[in-house]
Structures are given as C-alpha cells and as structure tokens.
C-alpha cells in the first residue's frame, strides 16, 4: 500500500519508543522506576467522575451539537473571565479531545504553505510535528540553559520574517519545567505587537502548576493589541487529572474558533457526550480549585526534591523547575562515555542505556530540540523519587 507523502513529514516519536521499551520490561517482571509519565499521578476527584456517571445514566450518550453543549462553552467562557480576565463570550471558544487536537485544529485553521511558527525550545514534542502536517514550517528559536531556557525579546524579534504567522508561547513550560514571569511575557509581547501578521497560540494547560511565588499571566492579557491576535489553549488534563477523558479547550476571536468548529463538524463532530457536563462542573465548582491546590503541595514538595538530588549528582546540570511537573537536567557530560560495550552519544543513548542496565525511565530531550538534556516527571512518590534517583546515581558511576 503506498500512503501519503505527508506521512514522511512527521518522525515516530522516541518517546513513545522509549515508553514502549519500559512498559516491555514491565510486563517481564522487571521493577521499572517511571520518570517518563506526562501525567499527574493522582486520581480525577470523584465530584467530577460522579457528574459523568449521572450523565451516562441520563442517556446523554448520542451525539451533542458541534462542538459540545451550550452548558460546556459557557462554563469555559466564565473561567476564562473569572480565571484569566479574558473577555471570551461562548461564541469565542471551542472544546477538542484534548489540548493536543485543539492545537492541531487550530494549526489546520490558520496555517498556508510555508507560512513560518515560531517555537521557542525546548519545547513539547508534538508542536512541530503538527505543524509540518498542516503545511506550516517550524522555526525553532532556542533558549539558552544559562538563562533558564527562556528566550529574550531579542531572540524573538530577530527570528520573525514576512512568512511568520504563529508564535506558540508555552509557559510553565513541557519539558523544561520553567515559568516566564509576566514582566518577561509583556517583553515578548512588545515585540509581537510590532508584526501584526503574528498570531499567538499561548498554551496554558500548566498555569495551575506554578511554584513559589510565581504568579500567572494569560499571555492575551499583556497588551490589549494581543486580545485579537491570540488562541489560548487550555484543557481538563493536568489541572484535574483527567488526562483519559480528552478535554481541551480554546478561547480566541471568532472567525479562527468558527474554523475549528467547521473542521471539527468534518472531522469529530464532538467531544465525547458523557464528559461535558462533567468537564463544566470541573471548571464551576469550587471543588476543582481546591483538588488542583492539593495536588500543587505535593508537585511543589516532589519537584524540589527531585531538583536537589538531581543537582547533588556529579556532573549534572539542573535547572530549577518553577512549573509544570518536570526537571530537566543536562547529562551531556557523560556523553561519549561506554557501558557494557556501549558508547553513550546522545540523550537517546542515555536513556536507553539507563533503562537497561538500571531500569529508570526518562524522556530524552532529542523531541523537545535538546539532545544533551533528558526529561524526568516528578508526578510520582518521593519514594520512586528516592529510588531512581539512587539507581541515576550508581549507573552515573559504572559509566566509563
Ligand atoms: C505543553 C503541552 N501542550 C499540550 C499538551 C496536550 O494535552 P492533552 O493531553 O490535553 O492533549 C501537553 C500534554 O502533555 C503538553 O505538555
């Protein structure tokens, strides 16, 4: 069968190569420390699962309006209002299955042949993935380890050409587990304001995740020249564990929501039935914020750990995750190093060596645009924390 030339456009993830090679030795009987899960470890608040059950024994289980009920965009338009000061009406959002297909849709929506998305690195594996399959080009602009791998405007303004259409802001960021203060936002935004052909995809599906006292800003917000020109995207995943039910959402101006709505009415249709009125309660009822707090003191508590161990570790450098629920730390001084006969090159090369000879799971930086660096998850215990972080610490040492 010959399929599509697009197919050659996008690579197979090596995270999930990786992911699959852990869950192998799993099911062999191998005790496996995962660092690898993009996921909270807690479980969806039984508020929330309760709504979803009543909905099934409703016989709300035929097909919604595209693309959810009117209860679902109003309890999205009212968090964007209450959360974010964002003047979204209903008409101005949309839901998808998840924050990946709301992204991909709104990629599809916008982008022309060639048109150019900025993508500040590291960034989260699928960005330029769906955008060379909605015909766009990715144009990555690296952040420096030295500055907490965030851009700075110049970087910005410097990477902008009469072919960029989309500038994707994702701040706390997937993999890097860093937060752009508003101050440093407003700083992009100056630039963006200059080049109105830009739009913004501000990802926000970490803003919940914030550490100390770092305080959020929806990047539509900074400067009111924005408002128009930006999607922020959000969805029902990390902020309450509900990575399986495939929630995401978006607000922007009309005409790009009209366009998803359009693909989706082709594509999907809707959400799934039985999650909307549950992903409303979600956004409406107090008790999502207050689960969101509780798994926030523990994220906080693991990830300065994980952070100070990884540190500890000779040779390792780790920058300071202040979001999000990730460390991502530089191991490429271990690089061209042998164990068991084989040379460690790359990320990749750490990753699986570690695996196999000391079964930790990490995520290598390779997808994220950083091949020195690998992704570790501390949504996990403190115990797992302590356990792979000894065996990171012995298989260091065995290298030569
Ligand atoms: C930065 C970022 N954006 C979007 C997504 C997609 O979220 P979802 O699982 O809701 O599709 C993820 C998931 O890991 C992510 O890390």
Redesign the pocket.
């Known amino acids: 069968m010959q399929l599509a030339e697009r197919m050659n456009l996008i690579s197979e993830s090596i995270t999930l190569k990786v992911s699959a090679k852990a869950a192998a030795l799993k099911k062999a009987g191998v005790d496996v420390v995962g660092f690898g899960a993009?996921?909270p470890d807690f479980d969806t608040p039984d508020f929330i699962k309760d709504v979803a059950k009543a909905s099934l024994d409703k016989g709300l289980t035929k097909y919604t309006p595209t693309p959810c009920f009117p209860e679902l965009k109003q309890a999205i338009a009212d968090k964007f209002n209450r959360e974010n000061k964002l003047a979204y009406k209903p008409e101005n959002v949309t839901t998808g299955?998840?924050?990946?297909?709301?992204?991909y849709m709104a990629f599809m929506a916008l982008l022309n042949p060639g048109d150019e998305v900025l993508i500040p690195s590291p960034?989260?594996v699928?960005?330029p993935e769906q955008v060379k399959l909605a015909g766009g080009v990715p144009v990555v602009i690296k952040g420096q380890e030295s500055r907490g791998f965030k851009i700075t405007p110049q970087q910005l303004e410097a990477s902008i050409t009469p072919k960029s259409k989309v500038f994707i802001i994702?701040s706390p960021?997937?993999?890097s587990g860093i937060a752009y203060t508003p101050d440093e936002l407003a700083g992009l935004a100056e630039v963006i304001v200059r080049h109105p052909q830009v739009v913004v995809f501000s990802?926000e599906?970490?803003e919940k995740l914030l550490y100390d006292d770092m305080t959020f800003a929806s990047f539509a917000t900074l400067n009111p020249a924005l408002f128009d020109r930006t999607l922020t995207?959000n969805?029902?995943?990390?902020s309450f564990a509900m990575?399986g039910w495939?929630?995401?959402y978006v607000g922007g101006p009309k005409p790009a929501i009209d366009a998803m709505n359009k693909l989706q009415s082709q594509i999907n249709s809707h959400i799934t039935s039985f999650t909307q009125h549950a992903a409303a309660a979600a956004l409406n009822d107090p008790r999502g914020q207050e689960s969101v707090k509780k798994m926030l003191v523990h994220f906080q508590q693991r990830g300065q750990h994980m952070w100070q161990r990884l540190s500890a570790l000779p040779d390792v450098i780790c920058v300071r995750p202040q979001g999000?629920f990730y460390c991502f730390p530089n191991v490429s001084a271990y690089f061209g190093k042998s164990i068991n006969g084989v040379k460690i090159e790359d990320a990749i090369g750490f990753s699986s060596a570690l695996l196999e000879s000391d079964h930790v799971a990490v995520v290598p930086g390779n997808d994220s645009g950083f091949e020195t660096h690998v992704r570790l998850s501390f949504a996990t215990s403190m115990e797992q924390i302590d356990k792979g972080i000894d065996r990171i610490a012995l298989f260091l040492k065995k290298l030569a």
């Open positions: 993009g996921e299955a998840g924050g990946k297909h709301c992204l960034y989260w699928s960005y994702n960021s997937n993999p990802d599906i970490y995207f969805c029902h995943s990390k990575t495939r929630v995401g999000a």
